[in-house]
């Protein structure tokens, strides 16, 4: 499933199955809810909000109003990603989130800064 939308304001996304989402240069906020395989979102101009359980890789691109990422084990939240964000079963990686960094799974929590690559 590809959702392109580039002329909405805010996009929001129900997936009821397995299905893998696609959405690219949006304006405004997005959210996506339910069960599902792989997300790829890039050049949101709002924030990305993914609730639920998916099971596939969960990547982001240029969100300029932050992630937020809320399943049974994971609550993930990034104020700002300038540049790229890769979640998986048992691996997350963040690049260019200048701002703030909270995380909390399961078994443990996390809250922190993040900052550019390359700053101190």
Request: hydrophobic share 30%; proline share 2%; charged share 25%.
């Amino acid at each position: 499933m590809t959702r392109d939308s580039r002329q909405r304001r805010a996009t929001s996304v129900s997936i009821p199955g397995k299905s893998d989402i696609k959405v690219s240069d949006t304006k405004g906020n997005i959210k996506i809810s339910g069960h599902g395989g792989e997300i790829n979102v890039s050049g949101a101009t709002g924030g990305l909000t993914i609730e639920g359980e998916f099971y596939g890789a969960i990547r982001a691109d240029k969100v300029a109003k932050g992630v937020r990422f809320i399943s049974q084990r994971t609550d993930l939240t990034l104020s700002q990603l300038a540049g790229h964000m890769e979640a998986g079963p048992g691996n997350l990686e963040i690049f260019d989130a200048p701002g703030n960094l909270s995380v909390r799974s399961q078994d443990d929590t996390h809250a922190g800064e993040r900052r550019r690559q390359g700053q101190s």
